[in-house]
């Protein structure tokens, strides 16, 4: 599914110099056995895109091809059962506003009145998705591959891929049993094979291979007397989904316990393998099947005619891998989805647009396979997919994580900050602050504001009165050297690189369409030598940005430091005193300006002092030699005791970045956007050339990142929610958070270029819910940045 729709994407786009090798017949791996579901809601906004393309696409293919695709638009029901998923679905609301899916939040009685064969006494509402359907999983592939070789590409049947080699001069050799294949690009499109083909060159696919479990019942009488197909149901309580399939029931249960990897301990079929499926193992599922037949008695009415048991591939996360293969030139993934009939026509369209034009029309960073590192290993992605699976069904709130598979990077603060009662959350595998839970609070997760708001409130003040400190060791960080280190550097970036020694710029590199593909701080620390950062999540991206832009025969080396240094940020009014009684350094405005460097030494460690701030206060982060971290730590706290200092974590960063109008990459900053759009014009050199910079020139704004205070009254905007003007969807929040500092609620939201203007009012839905929002002209708090500077 997932190859067919990329081969029918990449033809739309207009390339047809394609080919589609199977090993098999198309659909004898995973989809020929699934069971077509194609929902519209899903708890990630841009997967929430995905899906809705799918089930625009779908219905059409039949007229398109004149292949038999059994395309059923029943609508689906998403049950709520008590207020924590009730709360979701408000949220999951909101994306249908922006996106433009149908979606309603009914009751009971409504529920009823569409299938009234379910028992509801537990139910308080549902989501009624109109758009959702069912179809035939081998009539929609086949139905995709044709519409490709309608276009002029090729597949090729029967033929197993064997190797793949890279020539010396970037192109791929795929040997096959057929003959060797010479091409420009390669996708492992593999399934169920993906971690093997992904071995062939050096690479991985993190995915895990599971069982799965459906059942399909004998004809049921109230079935054949109705001619109305009843919707999709899908319910945590049976942690799974039933449907009619013709005049039978289907039933597809996704245990919590019990579960079951497929292939263990291989992971994958035997090469010879097709059309598999695994022995039933129903006592394994019997206790949620009873809960399906609780829910819909006449299920019950009838024996089982049939069961399913074949494998899904699932990923640490549970977004596929789409995009390029960490390290490689022109080796993509299209590959780890497990619901790729419903997933697999978005997957193609956005997987084909961002390999043609290096661009997407939708933020695909959280289905960028590089999101995972070496840390994924063998055990940490089972671990993680078999918390996936059992989740599936699962209501998870903003926040909440669990253990599986944890900790994989730590900092050597790690057991230090735990001791003081820090709550972690895993960033690319590292275990960073959250929040510190100082008299043995556990958070109560929740859309709105929670016990852990005051916690955050504590913090946000030490750092604003006092002194704060937070391990941020988890960045990427990279040494950038040589004589044209500068040139290569202004090339890549908009923005003009420190042209003093000291000097520290904030830049983005852009793609040829000049949209942002990510964000750094560069430092200059001698003439030939820059240290550059960017987020955790980016190190893997930004390295292969790194070093693929580096031209032949141009004097520069990259070298990825992450894991050489830690980092301590010191934040707050009494940051500068502070840090003067532990080094010989001169802290002072004239010697130590802000947004400048320095390599010093503090309580004896020699490291690299930057001036910067991402929370609005004076400070500094110190990048230390990792093994130093602890006794820097150490260091700073017994002195800063008397200072009042505090630990602080991520929540309280977040709130103070929104305050002071900080834009996030992943969120504010993604491929979605340009410079302009996304309001960062005074970060652009347009006195110098740089990739990008044409079609930067040319393009006028479809969208605007504007910054705003919003009348919320006990929660906040977190992003994904709408924007309304009217009742007129005008744009999407981006991220948002409560600034403890100035009492307000604030936002960043991507608008339509005429709400942009300071004082511009709009809605933000929030739970249901529109809240009055004003576009503000500047930073709520201290605009001229004059707490840095002092």
């Given at each position: 599914m997932m190859g067919a729709s990329l081969l029918y994407h990449l033809g739309l786009e207009g390339c047809t110099d394609t080919i589609l090798v199977e090993k098999s017949e198309l659909t004898s791996g995973f989809t020929w056995h699934a069971a077509g579901q194609c929902p519209s809601i899903t708890g990630s906004y841009n997967l929430a895109k995905i899906h809705a393309y799918s089930n625009q696409l779908y219905p059409r293919l039949e007229g398109l091809t004149g292949q038999y695709v059994s395309w059923h638009p029943c609508g689906g029901l998403r049950l709520a059962t008590n207020a924590r998923e009730m709360a979701w679905l408000k949220h999951i609301y909101g994306y249908s506003?922006?996106?433009?899916?149908?979606?309603?939040?009914?009751?009971?009685?409504?529920?009823?009145?569409?299938?009234?064969?379910?028992?509801?006494?537990?139910?308080?509402?549902?989501?009624w998705t109109t758009d959702d359907g069912h179809g035939d999983p081998s009539g929609l592939c086949n139905a995709l591959a044709k519409a490709a070789r309608d276009l002029g590409a090729s597949v090729q049947r029967h033929n197993r891929v064997v190797d793949i080699r890279q020539r010396r001069g970037g192109e791929w050799e795929v040997i096959t049993e057929k003959g060797t294949i010479v091409a420009e690009m390669v996708v492992n499109a593999a399934g169920c094979y993906a971690r093997e083909v992904a071995r062939m060159v050096g690479s991985d696919a993190q995915i895990t291979n599971m069982q799965h479990h459906y059942v399909v019942t004998h004809p049921i009488q109230a079935f054949l007397d109705r001619n109305e197909e009843i919707p999709v149901v899908r319910d945590p309580y049976t942690s799974g989904y039933l449907r009619q399939e013709q005049k039978s029931g289907l039933i597809g249960i996704y245990e919590n316990t019990g579960f079951k990897e497929a292939w263990a301990p291989r992971g994958c079929p035997e090469w010879e393998a097709s059309n598999e499926l695994f022995a039933d193992d129903l006592d394994r599922i019997a206790p949620w099947l009873e809960r399906a037949i609780e829910r819909m008695p006449i299920f019950g009415e009838v024996g089982i005619r049939r069961v399913i048991n074949g494998a899904i591939p699932h990923t640490p996360d549970g977004a596929p891998l789409l995009g390029p293969a960490a390290g490689l030139r022109n080796f993509w993934m299209c590959c780890g989805t497990s619901f790729g009939i419903a997933q697999g026509g978005g997957c193609g369209k956005y997987l084909a647009q961002w390999m043609l034009h290096g661009d997407a029309e939708i933020n695909m960073t959280e289905f960028d396979p590089r999101r995972f590192g070496k840390f994924a290993d063998a055990a940490y992605v089972r671990d993680k997919v078999f918390q996936d699976y059992r989740l599936t069904f699962t209501t998870r709130l903003p926040g909440e994580e669990e253990m599986a598979g944890r900790p994989q990077k730590k900092s050597p603060l790690y057991e230090r900050l735990k001791a003081q009662g820090c709550v972690h959350t895993e960033t690319f595998g590292w275990e960073r602050p959250k929040w510190f839970s100082l008299d043995g609070r556990v958070e109560d997760y929740s859309y709105a504001r929670n016990n852990v708001f005051d916690v955050v409130r504590?913090?946000?003040?030490?750092?604003?009165?006092?002194?704060?400190?937070?391990?941020?060791?988890?960045?990427?960080?990279?040494?950038?050297?040589?004589?044209?280190?500068?040139?290569?550097?202004?090339?890549?970036?908009?923005?003009?690189?420190?042209?003093?020694?000291?000097?520290?710029?904030?830049?983005?590199?852009?793609?040829?369409?000049?949209?942002?593909?990510?964000?750094?701080?560069?430092?200059?620390?001698?003439?030939?030598?820059?240290?550059?950062?960017?987020?955790?999540?980016?190190?893997?991206?930004?390295?292969?940005?790194?070093?693929?832009?580096?031209?032949?025969?141009?004097?520069?080396?990259?070298?990825?430091?992450?894991?050489?240094?830690?980092?301590?940020?010191?934040?707050?009014?009494?940051?500068?005193?502070?840090?003067?009684?532990?080094?010989?350094?001169?802290?002072?405005n004239e010697e130590f300006r802000w947004l400048t460097a320095r390599e010093i030494r503090?309580?004896?460690?020699?490291?690299?002092?930057?001036?910067?701030?991402?929370?609005?206060?004076?400070?500094?982060?110190?990048?230390?030699?990792?093994?130093?971290?602890?006794?820097?730590?150490?260091?700073?706290?017994?002195?800063?005791?008397?200072?009042?200092?505090?630990?602080?974590?991520?929540?309280?960063?977040?709130?103070?970045?929104?305050?002071?109008?900080?834009?996030?990459?992943?969120?504010?900053?993604?491929?979605?956007?340009?410079?302009?759009?996304?309001?960062?014009?005074?970060?652009?050199?347009?006195?110098?050339?740089?990739?990008?910079?044409?079609?930067?020139?040319?393009?006028?704004?479809?969208?605007?990142?504007?910054?705003?205070?919003?009348?919320?009254?006990?929660?906040?905007?977190?992003?994904?929610?709408?924007?309304?003007?009217?009742?007129?969807?005008?744009?999407?929040?981006?991220?948002?958070?409560?600034?403890?500092?100035?009492?307000?609620?604030?936002?960043?939201?991507?608008?339509?270029?005429?709400?942009?203007?300071?004082?511009?009012?709009?809605?933000?839905?929030?739970?249901?819910?529109?809240r009055r929002a004003t576009v503000l002209a500047q930073a709520a708090y201290d605009p001229g940045n004059l707490r840095m500077r002092v």
């Open positions: 506003k922006s996106i433009g899916f149908s979606m309603e939040i009914i009751g009971p009685d409504a529920i009823r009145r569409l299938n009234p064969f379910l028992t509801t006494d537990d139910v308080i509402g549902a989501a504590e913090e946000v003040a030490a750092v604003r009165e006092r002194v704060g400190i937070i391990d941020l060791t988890g960045f990427a960080k990279f040494d950038i050297c040589g004589a044209q280190a500068e040139a290569f550097l202004n090339r890549i970036c908009a923005n003009q690189v420190p042209r003093r020694v000291g000097g520290i710029a904030l830049v983005h590199p852009l793609s040829p369409g000049g949209r942002i593909l990510g964000e750094m701080t560069v430092s200059r620390l001698a003439e030939e030598r820059f240290y550059a950062l960017s987020a955790a999540a980016a190190e893997l991206r930004d390295q292969d940005l790194l070093a693929q832009s580096v031209q032949p025969g141009e004097a520069v080396q990259i070298e990825n430091v992450t894991e050489d240094r830690g980092v301590l940020v010191l934040s707050g009014p009494r940051a500068r005193e502070l840090l003067s009684v532990l080094t010989d350094a001169d802290l002072g503090v309580a004896g460690i020699a490291l690299r002092a930057l001036r910067v701030s991402y929370v609005g206060e004076l400070g500094w982060e110190l990048h230390a030699p990792l093994a130093a971290l602890g006794e820097l730590y150490d260091a700073i706290w017994t002195r800063g005791r008397a200072l009042g200092i505090a630990n602080y974590g991520l929540y309280a960063l977040n709130s103070m970045r929104i305050e002071k109008g900080y834009k996030a990459w992943s969120m504010e900053l993604t491929n979605e956007l340009n410079m302009l759009e996304a309001d960062m014009s005074r970060f652009v050199g347009f006195n110098k050339a740089f990739v990008g910079e044409a079609a930067l020139a040319a393009q006028a704004p479809r969208f605007k990142i504007v910054y705003a205070e919003v009348a919320a009254t006990d929660t906040d905007a977190r992003g994904g929610e709408p924007v309304l003007a009217l009742d007129r969807c005008v744009g999407v929040t981006t991220s948002g958070a409560y600034g403890h500092r100035v009492s307000k609620s604030l936002v960043f939201a991507c608008v339509e270029p005429q709400f942009a203007a300071p004082g511009s009012v709009f809605d933000v839905l929030l739970q249901g819910e529109p």
